[in-house]
Protein backbone atom coordinates (compact mmCIF):
# COMPACT_ATOMS: atom_id res chain seq x y z
CA UNK A 1 0.00 0.00 0.00
CA UNK A 2 1.15 3.49 -0.99
CA UNK A 3 2.12 6.12 1.96
CA UNK A 4 1.85 9.80 2.15
CA UNK A 5 1.96 12.30 4.83
CA UNK A 6 -0.73 14.72 3.20
CA UNK A 7 -2.92 13.54 0.81
CA UNK A 8 -5.11 15.92 -1.32
CA UNK A 9 -7.95 15.17 -3.26
CA UNK A 10 -8.98 17.59 -6.34
CA UNK A 11 -5.70 19.34 -9.07
CA UNK A 12 -7.84 22.48 -9.07
CA UNK A 13 -6.14 25.98 -8.59
CA UNK A 14 -6.66 25.77 -5.05
CA UNK A 15 -5.56 21.92 -4.46
CA UNK A 16 -2.28 22.92 -6.39
CA UNK A 17 -1.94 26.12 -3.63
CA UNK A 18 -2.24 23.65 -1.01
CA UNK A 19 0.08 20.98 -2.44
CA UNK A 20 2.92 23.31 -3.39
CA UNK A 21 2.95 24.60 0.23
CA UNK A 22 3.04 21.78 2.37
CA UNK A 23 5.94 21.78 4.18
CA UNK A 24 8.64 20.28 2.56
CA UNK A 25 9.03 18.05 5.53
CA UNK A 26 6.16 16.24 4.67
CA UNK A 27 5.80 13.39 1.80
CA UNK A 28 2.43 14.86 0.08
CA UNK A 29 0.69 13.49 -3.32
CA UNK A 30 -1.84 14.98 -4.76
CA UNK A 31 -5.20 13.10 -6.66
CA UNK A 32 -6.93 14.46 -9.92
CA UNK A 33 -9.34 12.27 -11.68
CA UNK A 34 -8.81 14.30 -14.66
CA UNK A 35 -5.52 13.86 -17.21
CA UNK A 36 -4.01 17.40 -15.95
CA UNK A 37 -4.79 19.95 -13.79
CA UNK A 38 -7.42 22.77 -13.54
CA UNK A 39 -10.12 20.78 -16.31
CA UNK A 40 -13.54 22.23 -13.88
CA UNK A 41 -14.17 25.53 -12.90
CA UNK A 42 -10.19 26.30 -12.58
CA UNK A 43 -10.08 26.82 -16.09
CA UNK A 44 -14.12 28.79 -16.17
CA UNK A 45 -14.08 31.56 -14.78
CA UNK A 46 -13.13 35.30 -15.46
CA UNK A 47 -9.20 35.46 -15.10
CA UNK A 48 -9.91 38.61 -12.64
CA UNK A 49 -7.75 39.25 -9.73
CA UNK A 50 -10.45 41.29 -6.82
CA UNK A 51 -9.39 43.42 -4.84
CA UNK A 52 -11.81 42.39 -2.22
CA UNK A 53 -14.95 44.44 -2.10
CA UNK A 54 -18.09 42.54 -1.73
CA UNK A 55 -17.38 40.29 0.41
CA UNK A 56 -18.59 40.71 4.38
CA UNK A 57 -16.51 42.40 7.14
CA UNK A 58 -14.26 39.49 8.89
CA UNK A 59 -15.54 36.90 6.47
CA UNK A 60 -12.52 34.56 4.98
CA UNK A 61 -13.82 35.65 1.58
CA UNK A 62 -12.42 39.04 2.41
CA UNK A 63 -10.12 38.24 3.98
CA UNK A 64 -8.60 35.71 1.64
CA UNK A 65 -9.92 37.74 -1.11
CA UNK A 66 -7.35 40.92 0.28
CA UNK A 67 -4.30 38.50 1.35
CA UNK A 68 -4.32 36.17 -1.67
CA UNK A 69 -4.12 38.70 -4.13
CA UNK A 70 -1.38 40.84 -2.93
CA UNK A 71 0.52 37.01 -2.84
CA UNK A 72 -1.16 36.42 -6.35
CA UNK A 73 0.84 39.41 -7.77
CA UNK A 74 4.00 38.75 -6.08
CA UNK A 75 3.76 34.69 -7.25
CA UNK A 76 3.20 36.40 -11.17
CA UNK A 77 6.02 38.69 -10.71
CA UNK A 78 8.74 36.06 -9.65
CA UNK A 79 7.37 33.14 -11.43
CA UNK A 80 7.13 35.27 -14.59
CA UNK A 81 3.21 34.08 -14.74
CA UNK A 82 1.56 36.88 -17.46
CA UNK A 83 -0.79 38.98 -15.65
CA UNK A 84 -2.00 42.65 -15.95
CA UNK A 85 -2.86 45.16 -13.10
CA UNK A 86 -5.95 46.69 -15.66
CA UNK A 87 -8.21 48.49 -12.56
CA UNK A 88 -11.20 47.78 -12.81
CA UNK A 89 -14.67 50.39 -12.51
CA UNK A 90 -17.89 49.64 -10.49
CA UNK A 91 -20.39 52.07 -12.22
CA UNK A 92 -23.62 53.30 -11.59
CA UNK A 93 -25.63 53.18 -14.72
CA UNK A 94 -28.44 55.77 -13.40
CA UNK A 95 -28.24 58.63 -11.19
CA UNK A 96 -30.69 56.26 -8.81
CA UNK A 97 -27.84 54.00 -8.15
CA UNK A 98 -25.40 56.60 -7.42
CA UNK A 99 -26.76 55.57 -3.55
CA UNK A 100 -25.77 51.97 -3.80
CA UNK A 101 -22.07 53.06 -5.32
CA UNK A 102 -21.61 55.25 -2.00
CA UNK A 103 -22.43 52.20 0.25
CA UNK A 104 -19.93 50.12 -1.22
CA UNK A 105 -17.49 53.08 -1.17
CA UNK A 106 -17.89 53.34 2.24
CA UNK A 107 -18.04 49.57 2.33
CA UNK A 108 -14.60 49.60 0.96
CA UNK A 109 -13.18 52.57 3.01
CA UNK A 110 -13.58 50.35 5.70
CA UNK A 111 -12.64 47.29 4.19
CA UNK A 112 -9.11 49.32 3.01
CA UNK A 113 -9.38 48.77 0.08
CA UNK A 114 -8.25 51.51 -2.16
CA UNK A 115 -10.49 53.24 -4.55
CA UNK A 116 -11.06 56.73 -6.77
CA UNK A 117 -14.16 57.96 -7.73
CA UNK A 118 -14.78 58.72 -11.35
CA UNK A 119 -16.86 61.32 -13.11
CA UNK A 120 -19.24 60.65 -16.21
CA UNK A 121 -17.18 62.67 -18.04
CA UNK A 122 -13.88 61.41 -17.35
CA UNK A 123 -15.12 57.59 -17.87
CA UNK A 124 -16.53 58.53 -21.07
CA UNK A 125 -14.46 59.99 -22.59
CA UNK A 126 -11.51 56.94 -21.63
CA UNK A 127 -14.11 54.47 -23.01
CA UNK A 128 -16.32 55.92 -25.45
CA UNK A 129 -18.62 53.18 -25.94
CA UNK A 130 -20.09 53.47 -22.47
CA UNK A 131 -22.35 55.55 -20.56
CA UNK A 132 -22.82 55.88 -16.82
CA UNK A 133 -23.83 57.88 -14.13
CA UNK A 134 -21.08 57.73 -11.81
CA UNK A 135 -17.87 54.89 -11.08
CA UNK A 136 -15.47 54.11 -8.98
CA UNK A 137 -12.16 52.72 -9.70
CA UNK A 138 -10.10 49.93 -7.95
CA UNK A 139 -6.94 49.98 -9.17
CA UNK A 140 -5.66 47.03 -7.73
CA UNK A 141 -8.08 44.77 -9.56
CA UNK A 142 -6.11 43.04 -12.86
CA UNK A 143 -6.41 39.97 -14.71
CA UNK A 144 -4.32 36.69 -15.31
CA UNK A 145 -3.15 33.88 -17.37
CA UNK A 146 -4.65 31.27 -14.71
CA UNK A 147 -3.15 28.07 -16.73
CA UNK A 148 -0.24 29.45 -16.39
CA UNK A 149 -0.54 30.14 -12.86
CA UNK A 150 -1.37 26.55 -12.06
CA UNK A 151 1.25 25.16 -14.72
CA UNK A 152 3.82 26.87 -12.27
CA UNK A 153 1.89 25.85 -9.11
CA UNK A 154 2.39 22.27 -10.75
CA UNK A 155 5.89 22.99 -11.52
CA UNK A 156 6.90 24.17 -7.98
CA UNK A 157 5.46 21.31 -6.20
CA UNK A 158 7.19 18.96 -8.38
CA UNK A 159 10.56 20.09 -8.04
CA UNK A 160 10.14 20.23 -4.20
CA UNK A 161 9.29 16.10 -4.74
CA UNK A 162 6.20 16.38 -3.98
CA UNK A 163 3.59 13.79 -6.30
CA UNK A 164 0.78 14.70 -8.71
CA UNK A 165 -1.42 11.75 -9.66
CA UNK A 166 -3.81 12.14 -12.40
CA UNK A 167 -6.16 10.19 -13.77
CA UNK A 168 -6.70 9.59 -10.68
CA UNK A 169 -10.14 9.05 -8.76
CA UNK A 170 -10.87 9.23 -4.92
CA UNK A 171 -13.41 7.03 -4.42
CA UNK A 172 -14.10 5.80 -0.73
CA UNK A 173 -12.70 6.19 2.32
CA UNK A 174 -11.79 2.57 3.64
CA UNK A 175 -10.84 3.32 7.07
CA UNK A 176 -9.67 6.16 9.87
CA UNK A 177 -6.46 7.48 11.68
CA UNK A 178 -4.60 6.44 9.46
CA UNK A 179 -6.79 7.37 6.98
CA UNK A 180 -6.93 4.62 4.30
CA UNK A 181 -8.97 5.28 0.87
CA UNK A 182 -9.69 3.29 -2.45
CA UNK A 183 -8.45 4.99 -5.49
CA UNK A 184 -8.91 4.52 -9.01
CA UNK A 185 -6.63 4.98 -11.91
CA UNK A 186 -7.54 4.03 -15.28
CA UNK A 187 -9.59 1.31 -14.36
CA UNK A 188 -7.74 0.08 -11.76
CA UNK A 189 -8.26 0.46 -7.66
CA UNK A 190 -5.88 0.52 -4.97
CA UNK A 191 -5.26 1.62 -1.60
CA UNK A 192 -3.35 4.84 -0.25
CA UNK A 193 -2.74 5.37 3.53
CA UNK A 194 -2.07 9.16 4.70
CA UNK A 195 -1.84 10.60 7.89
CA UNK A 196 -3.19 14.00 7.05
CA UNK A 197 -6.52 13.64 4.34
CA UNK A 198 -7.72 16.87 2.02
CA UNK A 199 -10.57 17.43 0.52
CA UNK A 200 -10.41 20.26 -2.01
CA UNK A 201 -12.49 18.64 -4.75
CA UNK A 202 -14.32 22.08 -6.16
CA UNK A 203 -17.89 20.63 -6.69
CA UNK A 204 -17.45 17.62 -5.73
CA UNK A 205 -16.30 18.23 -2.55
CA UNK A 206 -19.17 18.13 0.13
CA UNK A 207 -20.60 14.86 -1.60
CA UNK A 208 -17.01 13.30 -0.68
CA UNK A 209 -17.12 14.82 3.08
CA UNK A 210 -20.55 13.54 3.57
CA UNK A 211 -19.36 10.06 2.19
CA UNK A 212 -16.11 10.51 4.44
CA UNK A 213 -17.71 12.00 7.26
CA UNK A 214 -20.97 9.98 7.54
CA UNK A 215 -23.11 13.28 7.68
CA UNK A 216 -25.49 14.82 4.74
CA UNK A 217 -24.98 17.95 6.65
CA UNK A 218 -23.26 19.56 3.62
CA UNK A 219 -24.95 20.69 0.31
CA UNK A 220 -23.30 21.94 -3.14
CA UNK A 221 -26.20 23.34 -5.22
CA UNK A 222 -24.81 24.36 -8.69
CA UNK A 223 -25.45 28.07 -10.20
CA UNK A 224 -23.81 28.18 -13.83
CA UNK A 225 -22.41 31.58 -15.34
CA UNK A 226 -22.22 31.95 -18.79
CA UNK A 227 -20.27 34.47 -21.10
CA UNK A 228 -20.58 35.81 -24.58
CA UNK A 229 -17.26 36.82 -26.59
CA UNK A 230 -17.47 39.83 -27.88
CA UNK A 231 -16.41 39.97 -31.24
CA UNK A 232 -13.19 41.50 -32.79
CA UNK A 233 -14.13 45.04 -32.66
CA UNK A 234 -14.25 45.60 -29.33
CA UNK A 235 -10.87 44.60 -28.93
CA UNK A 236 -8.36 47.50 -27.43
CA UNK A 237 -11.92 49.30 -26.43
CA UNK A 238 -11.06 48.84 -22.68
CA UNK A 239 -8.06 49.48 -20.69
CA UNK A 240 -10.06 48.10 -17.25
CA UNK A 241 -13.06 45.79 -16.44
CA UNK A 242 -16.01 47.03 -16.11
CA UNK A 243 -18.73 46.02 -13.59
CA UNK A 244 -22.35 47.23 -12.41
CA UNK A 245 -23.41 47.26 -9.50
CA UNK A 246 -23.27 44.08 -7.54
CA UNK A 247 -26.68 42.10 -7.92
CA UNK A 248 -29.09 40.01 -5.89
CA UNK A 249 -27.13 36.67 -6.66
CA UNK A 250 -24.11 37.82 -8.31
CA UNK A 251 -21.60 40.35 -9.28
CA UNK A 252 -23.89 41.62 -12.36
CA UNK A 253 -23.02 40.73 -15.90
CA UNK A 254 -19.58 42.68 -16.34
CA UNK A 255 -17.19 43.60 -18.98
CA UNK A 256 -13.76 41.65 -18.73
CA UNK A 257 -10.83 40.88 -20.97
CA UNK A 258 -7.75 38.32 -21.43
CA UNK A 259 -4.41 39.27 -21.54
CA UNK A 260 -4.46 38.76 -25.70
CA UNK A 261 -7.10 41.75 -25.42
CA UNK A 262 -10.21 39.70 -26.19
CA UNK A 263 -13.16 41.05 -24.52
CA UNK A 264 -16.05 39.03 -23.37
CA UNK A 265 -19.37 39.27 -21.31
CA UNK A 266 -20.59 37.25 -18.21
CA UNK A 267 -20.81 35.66 -15.94
CA UNK A 268 -24.61 35.27 -15.47
CA UNK A 269 -26.36 33.53 -12.65
CA UNK A 270 -28.53 30.19 -13.04
CA UNK A 271 -29.03 27.72 -10.56
CA UNK A 272 -29.08 24.73 -12.77
CA UNK A 273 -32.66 23.01 -11.82
CA UNK A 274 -32.30 19.69 -11.33
CA UNK A 275 -28.67 19.52 -11.35
CA UNK A 276 -26.54 16.98 -9.54
CA UNK A 277 -23.27 15.38 -9.73
CA UNK A 278 -23.66 12.81 -12.70
CA UNK A 279 -25.56 15.20 -14.98
CA UNK A 280 -23.58 18.35 -14.32
CA UNK A 281 -21.82 17.79 -17.60
CA UNK A 282 -24.96 18.87 -19.37
CA UNK A 283 -24.84 22.31 -17.63
CA UNK A 284 -22.09 23.73 -19.15
CA UNK A 285 -24.02 23.32 -22.78
CA UNK A 286 -26.52 26.08 -23.19
CA UNK A 287 -28.71 27.73 -26.39
CA UNK A 288 -26.79 30.79 -26.42
CA UNK A 289 -28.78 32.42 -29.50
CA UNK A 290 -31.83 32.71 -26.85
CA UNK A 291 -29.53 33.79 -24.42
CA UNK A 292 -28.25 37.13 -26.44
CA UNK A 293 -31.39 38.97 -25.58
CA UNK A 294 -30.99 38.81 -21.80
CA UNK A 295 -27.16 39.89 -21.93
CA UNK A 296 -27.89 42.58 -24.46
CA UNK A 297 -30.26 44.39 -22.47
CA UNK A 298 -28.65 44.09 -19.44
CA UNK A 299 -25.35 45.35 -20.81
CA UNK A 300 -27.16 47.65 -22.81
CA UNK A 301 -27.69 49.94 -19.31
CA UNK A 302 -24.14 51.28 -19.61
CA UNK A 303 -23.06 50.31 -23.06
CA UNK A 304 -26.05 51.44 -25.30
CA UNK A 305 -24.74 50.61 -28.77
CA UNK A 306 -24.63 46.78 -27.94
CA UNK A 307 -26.08 44.82 -30.37
CA UNK A 308 -27.18 41.34 -30.26
CA UNK A 309 -25.24 40.16 -33.20
CA UNK A 310 -21.76 41.43 -31.23
CA UNK A 311 -22.34 38.61 -28.98
CA UNK A 312 -20.47 34.97 -30.16
CA UNK A 313 -20.97 31.76 -27.99
CA UNK A 314 -18.62 31.89 -24.72
CA UNK A 315 -18.09 29.04 -22.18
CA UNK A 316 -19.23 28.23 -19.01
CA UNK A 317 -18.46 28.08 -15.51
CA UNK A 318 -20.29 26.23 -12.45
CA UNK A 319 -20.09 27.54 -8.80
CA UNK A 320 -20.40 25.61 -5.70
CA UNK A 321 -23.16 27.34 -3.34
CA UNK A 322 -22.85 25.92 -0.13
CA UNK A 323 -25.34 25.34 1.88
CA UNK A 324 -25.29 23.83 5.37
CA UNK A 325 -28.68 22.15 6.79
CA UNK A 326 -30.32 23.65 4.48
CA UNK A 327 -29.43 27.33 4.82
CA UNK A 328 -27.14 29.04 2.30
CA UNK A 329 -23.40 29.27 3.82
CA UNK A 330 -22.27 32.54 1.66
CA UNK A 331 -18.72 32.33 3.01
CA UNK A 332 -15.99 29.90 2.09
CA UNK A 333 -15.53 26.66 4.20
CA UNK A 334 -12.38 25.61 6.09
CA UNK A 335 -12.53 22.72 8.61
CA UNK A 336 -10.40 20.25 9.75
CA UNK A 337 -12.11 17.75 12.29
CA UNK A 338 -9.16 15.50 13.42
CA UNK A 339 -6.78 14.91 10.40
CA UNK A 340 -9.31 15.55 7.86
CA UNK A 341 -9.26 19.21 6.12
CA UNK A 342 -11.84 19.87 3.98
CA UNK A 343 -12.76 23.14 1.90
CA UNK A 344 -16.30 24.18 0.58
CA UNK A 345 -18.16 26.70 -1.00
CA UNK A 346 -15.05 27.29 -3.23
CA UNK A 347 -16.48 29.92 -5.44
CA UNK A 348 -15.36 33.71 -6.57
CA UNK A 349 -13.00 34.52 -5.68
CA UNK A 350 -11.55 31.10 -5.06
CA UNK A 351 -8.76 32.20 -7.70
CA UNK A 352 -7.44 35.48 -6.18
CA UNK A 353 -7.70 33.34 -2.66
CA UNK A 354 -6.09 30.47 -3.86
CA UNK A 355 -2.88 31.35 -2.51
CA UNK A 356 -4.08 32.52 0.58
CA UNK A 357 -6.20 29.53 0.97
CA UNK A 358 -3.48 26.84 0.35
CA UNK A 359 -1.14 28.84 3.40
CA UNK A 360 -4.19 28.62 6.15
CA UNK A 361 -4.21 25.18 4.97
CA UNK A 362 -0.29 24.51 5.06
CA UNK A 363 -0.82 25.92 8.51
CA UNK A 364 -3.38 23.84 9.71
CA UNK A 365 -1.34 20.69 8.52
CA UNK A 366 1.51 21.84 10.32
CA UNK A 367 -0.22 22.00 13.52
CA UNK A 368 -2.00 18.69 13.17
CA UNK A 369 1.46 16.50 11.99
CA UNK A 370 4.17 18.64 14.57
C1 LIG B 1 -18.38 31.62 -13.62
C2 LIG B 1 -17.26 31.77 -12.62
C3 LIG B 1 -16.45 32.89 -12.62
C4 LIG B 1 -15.43 33.05 -11.68
N1 LIG B 1 -14.60 34.13 -11.77
C5 LIG B 1 -13.58 34.25 -10.88
C6 LIG B 1 -12.70 35.34 -10.97
O1 LIG B 1 -12.73 36.13 -11.90
N2 LIG B 1 -11.76 35.47 -10.01
C7 LIG B 1 -11.64 34.60 -8.96
O2 LIG B 1 -10.82 34.82 -8.08
N3 LIG B 1 -12.45 33.52 -8.89
C8 LIG B 1 -13.40 33.31 -9.84
N4 LIG B 1 -14.19 32.22 -9.79
C9 LIG B 1 -13.98 31.21 -8.74
C10 LIG B 1 -12.83 30.26 -9.06
O3 LIG B 1 -12.83 29.88 -10.41
C11 LIG B 1 -12.96 29.01 -8.17
O4 LIG B 1 -13.19 29.41 -6.84
C12 LIG B 1 -11.73 28.15 -8.18
O5 LIG B 1 -11.35 27.85 -9.50
C13 LIG B 1 -12.02 26.86 -7.40
O6 LIG B 1 -10.89 26.03 -7.47
P1 LIG B 1 -10.93 24.60 -6.80
O7 LIG B 1 -9.56 24.05 -6.91
O8 LIG B 1 -11.54 24.70 -5.45
O9 LIG B 1 -11.99 23.76 -7.65
P2 LIG B 1 -11.87 23.08 -9.09
O10 LIG B 1 -11.17 23.90 -10.07
O11 LIG B 1 -13.26 22.64 -9.43
O12 LIG B 1 -10.98 21.80 -8.82
C14 LIG B 1 -11.45 20.66 -8.13
C15 LIG B 1 -10.78 19.46 -8.76
O13 LIG B 1 -11.13 18.30 -8.01
C16 LIG B 1 -11.18 17.22 -8.91
N5 LIG B 1 -11.97 16.14 -8.32
C17 LIG B 1 -13.28 16.17 -7.97
N6 LIG B 1 -13.63 14.97 -7.45
C18 LIG B 1 -12.54 14.17 -7.46
C19 LIG B 1 -12.27 12.83 -7.06
N7 LIG B 1 -13.24 12.04 -6.54
N8 LIG B 1 -11.01 12.33 -7.23
C20 LIG B 1 -10.01 13.10 -7.77
N9 LIG B 1 -10.22 14.39 -8.18
C21 LIG B 1 -11.46 14.92 -8.02
C22 LIG B 1 -11.88 17.83 -10.13
O14 LIG B 1 -11.63 17.05 -11.28
C23 LIG B 1 -11.24 19.21 -10.18
O15 LIG B 1 -10.14 19.27 -11.05
C24 LIG B 1 -15.22 32.04 -10.72
C25 LIG B 1 -16.02 30.89 -10.72
C26 LIG B 1 -17.02 30.75 -11.67
C27 LIG B 1 -17.86 29.49 -11.69
Known amino acids: MLETDVLIIGGGVVGLSILEQVPSKWSALLLERHPSFGRETSSRNSEVIHSGIYYAHGSKKTEHCKVGRNELYRFCQERSVPFKRCGKYVVATHPDEEQSLEELAAHCEYEVVPFQIIGKTWL ?14 FPLSGILDSHQFMSALERSAKEQGKLIAYNTEFVRLLEKDPWVVEVCENGK ?6 KV ?6 LSAASISNSILNTDRYIHRFCRGRYFQLDSS ?12 PQKDGLGIHVTKDLSGSVRLGPDTDWCKGANLENLDSFYECNWDELKGEFTS ?7 SLEPEHLNPGFTGIRPKLFIEGKLYSDFLVEHQGHFIHLLGIESPGLTASLSLGKEVAHLIESILQ
Open 124 to 137: ESKAPLLKVSQALF
Open 189 to 194: TFKIQS
Open 197 to 202: LINSAG
Open 234 to 245: FRGKFESLIYPL
Open 298 to 304: FVRRFMP
